[in-house]
Every structure is written in C-alpha cells, then in structure tokens.
T-cell receptor
C-alpha cells in the first residue's frame, strides 16, 4: 500500500534561519506531488506542485522554493525564514494526471517562526 | 479554476443524517467533483468523488444534480468524529487537476 511520510511534525525556527521540510512517498511511482500551507485560521493554499523529477510549478511568489531530486521525494526550502512563513505545511500526492483519482495528504509540519 | 460555493458552517445532531451542499455552476463536462475533510490539526482526508452518477462508499454518499451544477455530500449517521471542515473541490483539466481548496463548511456535531 502507498504511504506518505512528512517530517518533522513540529518545528520552531528563528527569523532568518533556513528551512528544509521533506516529504517522501512509498509504494507508488511517478506520483504528482504537492506542497500546501495553512496559516492559522485560514484555508489551504497550494504552494508548489510537481509532475516529475526536477519539474516544479510555483503557485504563489514567496520566500519558499521546492525541489524534487528523486521520483518520490519532495522538499520545501527557504534560505531565510520570515515571521509570515509560520503555518501548517502539508505534502500531498496523487497517482496520475487525471481528475479521477484521490489525493493523499501527510500529517503535516507545524512551523513556528519566532 | 472552476469554483465551488459552500455554506460556511452547518450543525447536526449525533446519529442523524447530514446533507452538505455545494454549488458549482461553472463546472465543465470533464470536471470531477471531489470531497475532502479536515479534522483539527490534521491533513485533509479524502471522502468521495464522482463525475455524473451518484456514488457511495463506506464513508459517505455523493449525490450529483442532473445538470451537475450542484452536489450534496451525505453522511448517513453523523458521529462526533465527523466534526470537521468539509471541502468540495473540482478537479479539472483546465487547472492541471490541482486540488484548489476553498473555505469549506465547518460541520459541528452535537451529542
């Protein structure tokens, strides 16, 4: 069966420090991968999605970047965190490029920038 | 992106059915209707999806209007664990099948 792993679960980082969040998927190949952010009391905002290794689409200009160095690995990074980067970060995957499949979400990383 | 409209909140009693509505008047013929829910402090969870016909699974039923401009998620017997934000989303080719979340409906279940 397919599983998605996202870590760490919680993170407290000072302003100006770098960030690296990792997401891996097991049990499937060539998944579509997504990074979302949910600010406190707000909805889910799609940040990046990827349809293959090295292929990243950015949805919102911001202080973050994403990379997909391997088929089932998706990384969210920042060189210098801002207070506004605080939030609940979620990784997700879906099997194929079609509307007829569901997406699966990780358990999320709660990031607090202080 | 194709848009959906949902009530901000709904309330139900435990053991009673719940009907969560969603309007999607600009839906196109190839758009799939998806429902997800998010419990507090967790990632969204897939509930059900469909294209034209009504769908049933172990979690819920999805009733799709004949003109596909609206749909209803049906929880047959609400439990306290069903209290969550429910999102109705269209997965469409025009937006590369991305899942774009709106504000959803906050469902409160009373004991």
């Amino acid at each position: 069966s397919q599983t998605i792993h996202q870590w760490p679960a919680t993170l407290v980082q000072p302003v100006g420090s770098p960030l690296s969040l990792e997401c891996t998927v097991e049990g499937t190949s060539n998944p579509n991968l997504y990074w979302y952010r949910q600010a406190a009391g707000r909805g889910l905002q799609l940040l990046f999605y990827s349809v293959g290794i090295g292929q990243i689409s950015s949805e919102v200009p911001q202080n973050l970047s994403a990379s997909r160095p391997q088929d089932r690995q998706f990384i969210l990074s920042s060189k210098k965190l801002l207070l506004s980067d605080s939030g609940f970060y979620l990784c997700a995957w879906s099997l194929v490029w079609t509307g007829n499949t569901e997406a699966f979400f990780g358990q999320g990383t709660r990031l607090t920038v202080v | 992106d194709a848009k959906t409209t949902q009530p901000n909140s709904m309330e139900s009693n435990e053991e009673e059915p719940v009907h969560l509505p969603c309007n999607h008047s600009t839906i196109s013929g190839t758009d799939y209707i998806h429902w997800y829910r998010q419990l507090p402090s967790q990632g969204p969870e897939y509930v059900i999806h469909g294209l034209t016909s009504n769908v049933n699974n172990r979690m819920a039923s999805l009733a799709i209007a004949e003109d596909r401009k609206s749909s209803t998620l049906i929880l047959h017997r609400a439990t306290l664990r069903d209290a969550a934000v429910y999102y109705c989303i269209l997965r469409d080719e025009g937006s590369n099948y991305k899942l774009t979340f709106g504000k959803g409906t906050l469902l409160t279940v009373n004991p």
